[in-house]
């Protein structure tokens, strides 16, 4: 298997304040990992890492590259549509990613928008949260590329549609790209999980394989994480 | 990699949008304030030329500034900043696409001051008299105050551009004592440079027409270079502290 993302030593303060250090992730390709977490622990800094959106020290690889510029055209990140006014029609959205992402498939949207029930002829300041969502779901993964980060897509939105989301994760992942889910809900996308990354004390504290987690531990990956916490399961 | 006309595309777009609606404004409020004094003192020749124009200087303060805001939007939304392509190319795009969209503005402003002046019956020709200049230095008159104009929006935007990324890279590490600080002096620092540069501005403007009438061209295309290579220096400044330390706005 090729590793899709390497990090080596990744460190990142914000004003004075570490927020992540000493970070060592190796990710293969053809996985959907688990990024998980408590509220603030790091989870969407290390994303935003990832994409260059954030600059922190050590090196990071997607692909084999190191340059952030270059990362960015293989890796998909759920953003939250800040460069749009509130009356951006969701349609003219997708005009926007069509034009300026060579790798967006235009027919493949089309396919989660029927899919996730998305009316593209309203306007962003019209949406629900959950609806919000399924859009940014929906943008990030018609693009075709290798590595695809999905920051907490089900927070704040009803449990149908995060069954919806996580129908479409299932559907439309390309077989040999990865997919990293990040979240501190983990009961709903833990059967869909190949490995976990927990990040706890300012760094990548437990990166397993779900399936060596039930073997190794006797437990499910929502007990695992929990016991990590409670202190009650020691990670190597 | 996102390629440079499909960036300027979706960067244009809405700045176009934008300037659409500040035409229409202005030309409603010419309007406006014709029918106004229609109704009251009557209109006087040369009313309708100099509504047009005093419409316009606020016309082109507010394009400047919006337009200011829509090139500043850029650095900190991950919606540009994501984009597979180099900080290099994102700037000067997002620059590039300003300067069209100002340019725009500008000619339409041009063609309502010749709108203005025919239904004025010629007025402007009137006031001013016989020209003491020729046609030839008339139109390098008016070419060099042009591109003396544009070089300043420039290097307005660069400036503009440069406090910001400043801000913006200093408070993402400095703690807020320091933020607070830094903000202070660059803050003073800017109003010094405004006042500056406004004082220079006028200055270069009063000096256009003898600067040509004088045979001066020289002068003035080093004055234009002059600022061109300040605004330049700055891009390249804001290219750098882009890629090194800007982050955008946390999900």
């Avoid at chain 1, 510029?69 to 926007?96: I, P």
């Avoid at chain 1, 969502?133 to 993964?141: G, P």
């Avoid at chain 2, 035409?23 to 509504?51: E, N, R, S």
């Avoid at chain 2, 061209?217 to 891009?235: H, K, R, Y």
Wanted: some cysteine; proline content about 2%; charged content about 20%.
């Amino acid at each position: 298997m090729t590793n899709v993302l390497a990090i080596d030593q990744l460190g990142y303060k914000h004003n004075f304040k570490t927020i992540l250090h000493d970070v060592d992730l190796t990710l293969e390709a053809g996985k959907i990992v688990g990024l998980l977490g408590e509220n603030g622990a790091g989870k969407t800094t290390l994303m935003r890492l990832i994409t260059g959106s954030a600059k922190g020290t050590g090196t990071i690889a997607v692909c084999g590259d190191t340059q952030a510029a270059h990362h960015r055209s293989h890796v998909s990140f759920t953003e939250q549509l800040r460069g749009f006014t509130a009356n951006t029609r969701v349609d003219r959205v997708a005009d926007f990613y069509r034009t300026v992402y060579p790798d967006f498939d235009g027919a493949r949207f089309e396919e989660l928008v029927t899919f996730l029930q998305i009316d593209t002829s309203l306007k962003l300041a019209a949406l629900s949260k959950g609806m919000k969502e399924k859009v940014i779901i929906a943008l990030t993964l018609a693009r075709q590329v290798n590595l695809y980060l999905l920051d907490e897509p089900f927070s704040g939105i009803d449990s149908m549609s995060r069954k919806r989301i996580i129908s479409s994760i299932i559907k439309w992942k390309p077989d040999d790209a990865t997919m990293v889910i990040s979240d501190h809900y983990v009961s709903e996308i833990a059967p869909i999980l190949d490995e976990i990354v927990v990040v706890k004390d300012q760094t990548v504290y437990a990166h397993k394989e779900s399936d060596a987690v039930r073997e190794e531990f006797g437990m499910g990956i929502e007990a695992y994480y929990e016991s990590l916490y409670e202190g009650s399961v020691q990670h190597d | 990699m996102t390629s440079f006309g499909a960036l300027f595309k979706v960067m244009s777009r809405g700045r176009f949008r934008i300037m659409n609606w500040l035409i229409v404004g202005d030309f409603a409020l010419v309007i406006a304030t014709m029918m106004w004094a229609f109704a009251t003192d009557g209109i006087q020749a040369g009313d309708i030329f100099w509504t047009t124009v005093a419409w316009s200087i606020l016309a082109f303060i507010l394009a400047f500034i919006l337009l200011a805001i829509q090139t500043e939007r850029v650095y900190t939304r991950d919606t540009y900043r994501l984009l597979p392509l180099g900080e290099t190319k994102l700037y000067l795009t997002d620059l590039a696409a300003s300067l069209i969209m100002f340019i725009y503005f500008g000619v339409i402003q041009l063609v309502m001051y010749a709108v203005a002046e025919a239904i004025d019956n010629r007025y402007l020709m009137k006031f001013f008299g016989e020209p003491s200049i020729t046609t030839g230095q008339a139109i390098k008159g008016v070419v060099g105050f042009v591109i003396l104009g544009l070089a300043f929006v420039i290097l307005c935007w660069t400036t503009v551009s440069l406090v910001h990324l400043v801000i913006s890279a200093t408070n993402n590490f400095l703690p807020n004592t320091s933020r607070r600080l830094i903000n202070f002096i660059l803050y003073v620092v800017v109003i010094f440079l405004v006042v500056r540069i406004t004082a220079f501005l006028f200055h270069e403007f009063n000096n256009v027409g003898q600067l040509i009438a004088g045979g001066g061209t020289t002068q003035l295309l080093i004055n234009i270079v002059g600022v061109l290579v300040v605004a330049a220096v700055e891009a390249i400044l804001n290219i750098l502290i882009l890629k090194k330390w800007v982050e955008t706005i946390p999900n």
